[in-house]
Each structure stands twice: as C-alpha cells, then as structure tokens.
C-alpha cells in the first residue's frame, strides 16, 4: 500500500489475475473498459439470483426477471438458415417444457453440452407463440450446483464476450478469484466520523460483499455503502471547486447602492417586485458587497420575472463604478433584451450597447472604445462575443441568462482567469430537480424565484389530435379575431434537417391557406434565416403585425410578447417535456386568458403519452423538472456528462435522492471544519480525491 490511501495491487493490469491471460484481457479492455483490478472490482453487478428459490416450467409467463430451472437437456438441433442460424434444445422439468436458443457460440454449445442430463438453466425467460424460451441462457452441470449457494450475482457482458464464452459467472469468477487473491485490499478513504454516522460498513467489507453477498442483508448494506461513497466522492469534488473559488477569488466590493438604482426604481420601475425577486435580490446582495466574489444561479420558471431582476444589479454594478455584461444564447434574445433595456437605462443615464454577429464593424468599433473607456456601462450581446476579446474598463457583473449548456468544469474553467473576477449570475429558466442543481449547478449558490407576478392568468393546456384539427383552426381565428396573436411551433427532428423544413413549410401552407391574406398575415421563423430577417420577422411580431408566426423551436427560450396568447404544438409527443413546458412559457404574459394546445397522433409511445399527460396536469415548472427527470432519466438531460452525474456506477441521482442530499451535507460539513483537508483524518479521503479524477474535465481543475 502507498502514501495515498490506494493500494498497488489494485493498479495491476487485469491480464495477470488468475485466469485471465492477455487475450481475455484485451477483450474485457475492449468490451467492458476493464483495465485493471480495480476496474473489474467496480465491475458490479446489476441484479442477484436467489439461488434458495427454483422456478417450475409451467408457472412461467414472460414476466419473471433472471431466474433459474433445473431439469433435463433434450437433443441439441440446427435450425435457420444465415443470419438466422441457430441451435435451439428442448428443455424438462417435471412441469413441463422450454426452448433452449442460441445464435452465438454454437461451436461451444455442440462441444460442451450433452442431451439427457441434468442442468441448471440462468436466463430470463420469454414468451413468444405460447412457448416459453431462453436466449443465451447460462447454464450450469448439477454437480456444481453446492458451491453457488446464496445470492449469486449477475453481470454484463456483452454479445462479443458471450460469444467468447466470457459469461455473467466467467466475470464472477475473475472477481472471486481477485477477492481471495492473499494481496487483496481495499484501503478504507472515508473518515471513521462519517462511517459511524451513517451506519456504513468498511470499503473492503463493501467491495467483497458487492460481489459475494451472504445474504440479501449483507448485499444491501454494501451497496449503500458503495452508492454513499461514489455519492460523497462527486460532492467533495464539487463543493471543494466552490469552495476554492470563495477562498481564492476576488470579486469588486458593491459597497452601495446608489443614484442609478434609486432613480430606476423610484422613477422607471412600472411595477411593484414580487416578494420573491426581492427576497432574490437581498440574495445577491449579500455576495457582492462582501468583496467575495459571486458564483450564483437564479432559479425561476418562465415568465417568472428574471429579467428585472438582472437589470436592477446592473444598476448597483453602476453605481459601484462598474460595467457589466448580459450574455443571451441568441441574437434574438440578445436584441429582446436590449430593446427592452436601453431606453430605460437612458433614462438613469446609463449607456447600452448590443454586440451580436451582426453588428456591423464601424459600430462594433465604437463598442469596443466605448467599453475601454468606459462610456459604456452596459453590454448586451451573444456568448461567444463577450467572452472572446472584449476589453472592458472595469467589468464588475456577467449576467449569463438561459445557460444550461455548462457542466462545473467548463465554468470552472471559465471563471479562473484572473484574480479579479467579475460576479457571475447565471439565470436559467429551465426549472431543475434540487437533486440535480446539487450536481450539476453544484458549485454555484443557488437563488431561486418561487412565486409569479400578480395578475397572471393561468394558461389553459389541451390535448388535441388531427381529427379536432379544423375545430383548433377555428378556435385560433377567433383569438386573432379578438386580436391576439399566435405562435405554431414543430418539432426538430433529428439527422434529419431536410424532413424538418418539409413538415415546416407543408404546415406554414396548410395555415396560409386557412388563414387568407391580407386579412390574416402568417409568417414563418427558423434557424436557417439570416439574423436580420430573423429580426425583422421577430420585430413585426411583437408590432402586432403579423398574428400568426409559424417556426421550429428558435422561440423556445426567452421570447416575450405579451399579447400573444396561443401557443400550438404541433407533434405535441416528440418534445422533451422541459421543452414544452418553455414553449407554453411563451404565452401567458400579459393579462389575457392564454392557451397550449398539444397537437400529437393518434398512437403515442408511454413515455409521449405521460409527457402530454404531466402537461395537461400542472403548470409548474419545478414539478415538471422532477417528471422530466423520472421520465427520462439524468443521462439525457444536456450538460450531465461533463457535471459528473455520467460517471456514477451504482448511485442514481433519481432514485437515491435522499443519500444524495445527506452526501452533499456531509461534504460540505467536513470542508467547512477542515477546509483544506489538512486533518489526519481527512488524508485517505483527501490523497484518494487528488489521484482519482475520474475524466478529464475533473483531473484538469482539481
Ligand atoms: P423570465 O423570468 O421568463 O425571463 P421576464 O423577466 O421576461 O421573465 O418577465 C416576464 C414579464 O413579466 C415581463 O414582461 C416583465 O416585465 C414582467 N414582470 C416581471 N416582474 C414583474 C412583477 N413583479 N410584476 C409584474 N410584472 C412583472
Ligand atoms: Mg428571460
């Protein structure tokens, strides 16, 4: 064993455990991504035969998991022809009878198995033309049957390892041998406080029972002591980049609030704050006038009242002596949010200046002067601009609005430039999973706006299909009728662009020819127009001049014009939930009575159905977050590869979110009694965390 907690043993390559060899070894390299003892230790398995309990033939239907029969092998046949091509048996007990199949490693099966003796048979059983059938199945001489008593697991392995006869129990057989190796050990990394505090056994106990559990106690108690590590582990890392970030970074002391910010909300401000956005402001500005510089996210659904909330700390960076920037993720959020800005910072005597791809290079001059010499405070523009190679005078916000696209690392990154460091305020609309926002935005504080401006109407969700489609139709002529406008949105669809603006255009004419000009002005918006026709579309919009805008999901984020009040979904069933819930977002912001009408077919996959479903129920987006989450599940969800949620082998943050919330607690206990893990008892846990970075994107900033 070495100095840091870890053990060589475990870095041997897998090649020279018993057993194994080079060839097997550069299959479990390929396959499973097992290099060494270690990576097969962390091979676990995922799920357990109870060998105590045997199935009988007759009572199975194609709905038991992995279980296990016992009978007699019948003659071992050649049917199909090619591809097709397989082995099949019939298979006995004293209840009845079974097929036997196998397409792969058929040269091992003639070799091996022999008609009329005893077997166990491993599988998962199905059913198909009322005969019950196991693929692949695992099977077992009777003889052997003592020494797998108990819980035996169960691993994957892939078809190209099966067909190598490298199976669930050869696996099972490698990591035995390992476990019983007279060098094994698995040194313990987590304090002995934090194992009595929550029940934990030992790591080495963990790591043996994982693989050998006695009982179904004992396999228990090592997987939650496995899950609580890798758990722990994540939020250390996390907590320890936010934590380094408060320590080491400086940001501008906000020491007042002055003339520009009491002017705006005596003077400009049309509204009165929400309980929530003040509360949200005290929030924020409690990090800025410290002197310490801000990491913080702001939580709130659409329509929510972001924005203002935004503007009115740009107002106290002002008065602080300080520029600050707004980074939109589109031109046109970029040019929403300088239209709605720049008149009302004039009136305070602020200068804005907007810097998109489109701004032409005479003005993109007189920005970038502008901004060295300070004349303007305020920069409202695209990422990529504002972080590239802008110069500012003295930069003491960024605003980052709609960003969901940046695991910790990337931010990590990001931030670490200087020792100065504007704030930072990242503000998504895409409500997340508290589970989740511990992870992913785990490194940032979070403020979250809980509560809506008054006078807001809820919008009215439905579900409509093809045959109602006329009725929709008329339904929206007498919104526009009563003058309102509308928004009909499609779907992307994936590799597959060309189909896309097909189901575009096609539906941009079904609307043309119902909707007649010049009474009705429909126009059409997506991602492959110009930026200034895109703007110029955008801005008749909200003029009120055109009443129905058909687009693909360019309207998705930020969008506001108020007196839209319909918002069609057309293949309602192919959208991501969070998705829809964003474009429902996109009506309902004025006083008026606002609809989402979910288009879909007829037919419609579970999971299209429960999203349609959770739409018609709710219209909170938090809640939806959380559906979204158990729905889909983290992978899918943008940006969790690079928060390390991807890595987790055996935790989930879905379905182990209470371990994850006492995990985080417990991380940020121990880094805020030993903030540098200088404590004996912190130095297993501290070496381990320095030498195992799992990915790149952690081993770079740790
Ligand atoms: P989002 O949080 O989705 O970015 P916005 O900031 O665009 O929401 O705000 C949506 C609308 O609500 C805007 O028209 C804004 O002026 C208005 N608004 C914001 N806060 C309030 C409030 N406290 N009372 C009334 N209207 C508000
Ligand atoms: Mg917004």
Redesign the pocket.
Same mark, same amino acid.
């Given at each position: 064993m070495n100095h840091s907690g870890r053990n060589d043993f475990l870095d041997t390559p897998v090649e020279y455990l018993k057993g194994v060899g080079p060839m097997r070894a550069e299959l479990l390299k390929n396959e499973l991504q097992i290099y060494t003892f270690e990576d097969l230790l962390y091979h676990f398995p995922f799920r357990y035969i109870d060998r105590s309990v045997w199935h009988k033939i007759q009572d199975l239907d194609g709905n038991q998991p992995y279980i296990q029969i016992k009978g007699i092998l019948g003659k071992i046949e050649q049917t199909g022809k090619d591809k097709g091509k397989r082995l099949t048996a019939l298979f006995k007990d004293e209840s009845g009878y079974c097929d036997l199949v196998w397409f792969q490693g058929q040269k091992w099966v003639k070799e091996n198995l022999k008609a009329g003796k005893e077997y166990i048979v491993f599988g998962k059983p199905n059913l198909f033309k009322n005969q019950i059938s196991f693929v692949h199945p695992e099977m077992e001489t009777t003889d052997q049957e003592k020494k797998h008593q108990g819980f035996q697991p169960v691993y994957n392995v892939t078809e190209r390892l099966k067909t190598k006869n490298i199976t669930s129990r050869t696996i099972h057989q490698f990591i035995s041998s390992l476990i019983n190796h007279p060098n094994f050990e698995v040194p313990e990394i987590l304090p002995k406080s934090l194992l009595d505090a929550h029940k934990l056994i030992g790591r080495k106990a963990a790591f043996t029972n994982i693989h050998i559990p006695k009982d179904n106690q004992s396999r228990i108690s090592a997987e939650n002591r496995i899950k609580f590590e890798e758990l722990f582990l994540l939020q250390m890392r996390i907590v320890r980049i936010k934590n380094r970030n408060k320590r080491t970074l400086k940001g501008i002391r906000f020491a007042v609030v002055g003339e520009y910010f009491n002017k705006y909300y005596k003077d400009v401000l049309s509204?009165?704050?929400?309980d929530a956005?003040k509360k949200v402001i005290k929030e924020i500005r409690q990090d800025t006038q410290t002197g310490r510089q801000m990491n913080r996210l702001l939580q709130?659904d659409?329509?929510?009242?972001?924005?203002?909330v935004a503007l009115l700390n740009m107002l106290i960076a002002a008065d602080n002596g300080t520029q600050s920037s707004l980074m939109a993720p589109t031109e046109i959020l970029a040019s929403q949010h300088f239209n709605n800005m720049h008149t009302e910072m004039e009136k305070v005597g602020l200068q804005c200046a907007l810097l998109t791809g489109s701004t032409k290079s005479a003005e993109r001059k007189r920005i970038h002067e502008g901004l060295e010499n300070g004349t303007i405070q305020i920069l409202i523009g695209t990422h990529a601009l504002i972080e590239d190679k802008v110069k500012m005078k003295r930069q003491g916000l960024v605003i980052i609005d709609e960003q969901h696209r940046f695991g910790v690392a990337q931010r990590a990154r990001m931030w670490d430039k200087s020792e100065e460091v504007p704030h930072i305020l990242v503000?998504t609309?895409t409500p997340i999973p508290r589970t989740l926002a511990m992870t992913f935005y785990g490194d940032l504080d979070v403020s979250v706006?809980d509560e809506m !401006?008054?006078?807001r109407v809820p919008i009215i969700t439905a579900h409509r299909n093809e045959a109602r489609r006329m009725e929709v139709f008329q339904f929206i002529q007498t919104e526009i009728d009563k003058g309102r406008q509308v928004y009909v949105v499609f779907p992307l669809i994936e590799d597959s662009e060309k189909l896309e603006y097909k189901n575009l255009n096609d539906g941009f004419e079904l609307l043309s020819n119902f909707f007649k000009r010049p009474k009705y002005q429909v126009e059409i918006i997506h991602g492959r127009m110009k930026a200034h026709e895109k703007e110029m579309i955008m801005t008749r919009f909200k003029k009120g001049e055109i009443h129905i805008l058909v687009s693909t999901t360019v309207i998705e984020v930020?969008i506001?014009v !108020?007196n839209a009040t319909v918002m069609l979904i057309e293949n309602a069933e192919s959208f991501g939930l969070s998705q829809l819930h964003q474009l429902r977002?996109r009506v309902g912001?004025g006083g008026d009575q606002s609809y989402c009408i979910l288009m879909s077919g007829q037919k419609l996959s579970y999971n299209g159905r429960e999203r349609i479903k959770a739409m018609l129920s709710t219209n909170d987006g938090f809640k939806l977050a959380e559906l979204d989450l158990k729905l889909r599940g983290p992978g899918d969800i943008e940006g969790t590869k690079q928060s390390g949620i991807a890595d987790l082998k055996i935790a989930s943050i879905v379905d182990d979110e209470e371990m994850l919330k006492v995990a985080r607690f417990q991380a940020e206990q121990i880094l805020s009694e030993d903030p540098l893990l200088q404590h004996a008892s912190n130095q297993p846990l501290v070496n381990y965390l320095n030498q195992k970075s799992p990915g790149k994107d952690w081993s770079r900033i740790s």
């Open positions: 509204f009165e704050l929400t956005q709130g659409v329509g929510s009242g972001k924005s203002v503000m609309a706006i !401006p008054l006078g930020g506001n !108020p977002g912001r």
